[in-house]
């Protein structure tokens, strides 16, 4: 269960379903049993996706190496024609500012460090004004420095925006430092769950694995 407005993390060992769970979550894949509920509905109940907006940022970012940033950052509003071009200009240099990036717009990924492309990732998924975001190993693959600096950015997000964050992650600073709530999933079950002190204390060896 996942309140509205917090930084929640998800973590466990390689294999124990972090990343299917959040595929189930946004919908990509259905449960072969139990269901997902937003705001008390099932999400594969007619309607309910379009009422509650969720967005995803992918462990690699998922970017488009022969699209700028700012057309990656815009592709969901270009492609199915929701604003007109200066509007998604406008929207596209507003996210990337909110995540620091701003002027980068004629950039391609190839010109970024790896931290500027999961920012750019962040921004993408701004876009849609999510009411939850699903962080898919956002620190992965990168530098002890540039790992503290995005899971602030995230955190930052979650203050200014409102947006709710559920985080998979290995990376402790992230899990024990930064977020509101976490939980600990092994062999496909939730084994822990509490604040950080809480998952920090427990003597439950499932969890501490």
């Known amino acids: ?121 962040m921004a993408r998924a701004l876009v849609i004004e999510p009411q939850l975001i699903l962080y898919d190993e956002p620190t992965s693959e990168l530098d002890p420095i540039s790992a503290v600096v995005i899971g602030e950015e995230i955190l930052a997000l979650n203050r200014r925006i409102g947006v709710t964050s559920l985080v998979v992650s290995h990376d402790v600073h992230e899990c024990f430092q930064i977020s509101d709530y976490v939980y600990v999933i092994s062999g496909g079950r939730i084994v822990g769950r509490g604040t950080p002190a809480e998952v920090q204390a427990s003597d439950d060896p499932e969890v501490l694995q």
Do not use: C, W
Not at 61 to 84: C, D, I, K, M, W
Not at 85 to 112: D, M, W, Y
């Open 1 to 121: 269960e996942i309140p509205a407005g917090g930084y929640y993390a998800l973590m466990g060992p390689s294999g124990s379903g972090k990343s299917v769970l959040l595929r189930h979550i946004i919908g990509l894949e259905a449960p072969d049993a139990g269901e997902i509920l937003v705001g008390g509905e099932s999400i594969q109940a007619s309607g309910v996706m379009d009422k509650f907006r969720m967005a995803m940022v992918f462990q690699s970012g998922a970017l488009f190496n022969s699209l700028t940033v700012g057309e990656n950052v815009g592709l969901y509003l270009s492609a199915h024609r929701l604003q007109p071009p200066a509007e998604i200009a406008r929207i596209v240099s507003e996210k990337l500012t909110v995540v620091g990036l701003k002027g980068t717009e004629e950039k391609f990924p190839n010109e970024l460090s790896g931290g500027m492309k999961k920012r750019v990732a």
